[in-house]
C-alpha cells in the first residue's frame, strides 16, 4: 500500500509555471509506475504524464507536450510536474496517481485512470488569463 501527498499548486497567470510534487509513503515507491492527472469542473479525469519505475520511460497528453515536464526522485519517494507557458485550459485539480508494476507493455501506455491503484487527494491549480 502506497499512500500520496500532492503539493504545489496555487494561483498563476496565464505564462506562468507551477511545479506540482507527490511524496509517496512506503518504501515500494521505485516499484510504482507514477502519473500525473487533472480534472475539470464538469469533465472527466484525465491523463497529463507518467513515468516509468526508473524514469527511462515518460508520457505526455497532446495538450501538455513541450510545456510539461514529470519526473521522480526514487531516493526521497516523490514525483514531480514541472508545468510551464500555463495556460487558462489548464486549470484543474491535479492528482498523483500509482500503479504497480511497468507504465508499458510493449507500445502501450497504462494512461487510463482505472489502470491505477491508488491516489491523492489532489492540488488545485488556477490559471488566470
Known amino acids: 500500500q502506497v ?22 509513503s512506503g518504501r515500494t515507491f521505485s516499484t510504482y509506475a507514477m502519473g500525473w492527472f487533472r480534472q475539470a469542473p464538469g469533465k472527466e479525469r484525465e491523463s497529463v504524464a507518467a513515468i516509468s ?7 505526455y497528453a497532446d495538450s501538455v507536450k513541450g510545456r510539461f515536464t514529470i519526473s521522480r526522485d526514487n531516493a526521497k519517494n516523490t514525483v514531480y510536474l514541472q508545468m510551464n507557458s500555463l495556460k487558462p485550459e489548464d486549470t484543474a485539480v491535479y492528482y498523483c496517481g500509482a500503479r504497480q508494476g511497468p ?5 502501450y501506455y497504462y494512461t487510463r485512470s ?6 491523492g487527494q489532489g492540488t488545485q491549480v488556477t490559471v488566470s488569463s
Open 3 to 24: 499512500q500520496l501527498v500532492e503539493s504545489g499548486g496555487g494561483l498563476v497567470q496565464a505564462g506562468g509555471s507551477l511545479r506540482l510534487s507527490c511524496a509517496a
Open 103 to 107: 507504465l508499458m507493455r510493449g507500445s
Open 114 to 119: 482505472d489502470e491505477y491503484d491508488h491516489w
Open 53 to 59: 519505475r526508473s524514469s527511462y520511460y515518460t508520457y
